[in-house]
């Protein structure tokens, strides 16, 4: 159902209204604040309902990849995004790795300074090494 925003000419309160579209034109809309008919509907900002599917899809455009083996910070902030979106604790290795991207160290330097985050679905929460970025 869609939501649209109105302005009350009266009282300048601000507020949303959820109502169908054969609604739409047909209901009369009073303010919730000060009751009054004198509204204006605003234009607001355009919200778009995604499933989760295509919303990691997106975060995992490989042309959003590009370049990033050769900028460290954009590595961490996209390993970060994608951290949360998964909503998955991955463990503090990973927090420690992309602490250390987001501060620009090299992901080679990060990996002889942390050995034992490559592999046998040990470190990073079973992610495997930096090498499969």
Same mark, same amino acid.
């Given at each position: +159902? ?7 000419l009266?009282?300048k309160? &601000? ?11 047909? =209901? ?9 008919t004198k509204?204006?509907r605003?234009?607001? =900002?355009? =919200?778009?309902? =995604?499933s989760?599917?295509?919303?990691? /899809?997106?975060?995992? #455009?490989?042309?959003?990849? %590009? @370049?990033?083996? #050769?900028?460290? &910070? ?7 995004? $994608?951290?949360?979106?998964?909503g998955? #604790? ?12 987001? &501060?620009?160290? %090299?992901? /080679? /330097?990060? /990996? &002889? ?8 679905? @040990?470190? $990073?929460? @079973? +992610? ?6």
């Amino acid at each position: +159902m869609p939501t649209y925003e109105y302005i009350c000419l009266a009282c300048k309160h &601000k507020f949303e209204i959820s109502m169908t579209y054969a609604e739409y034109g047909q =209901r009369i809309i009073h303010c919730p604040h000060c009751n009054s008919t004198k509204v204006q509907r605003r234009i607001g =900002r355009i =919200r778009v309902a =995604r499933s989760e599917d295509s919303h990691l /899809e997106s975060l995992v #455009d490989p042309a959003a990849l %590009n @370049g990033l083996e #050769d900028d460290p &910070k954009a590595l961490g902030r996209m390993m970060r995004t $994608m951290s949360k979106e998964l909503g998955e #604790d991955l463990g503090p290795e990973f927090d420690e790795v992309v602490d250390r991207l987001e &501060k620009g160290q %090299n992901p /080679e /330097e990060i /990996e &002889k300074e942390l050995p034992d985050l490559g592999g046998d679905m @040990g470190g $990073m929460g @079973g +992610m495997g090494g930096l090498d499969d970025l």
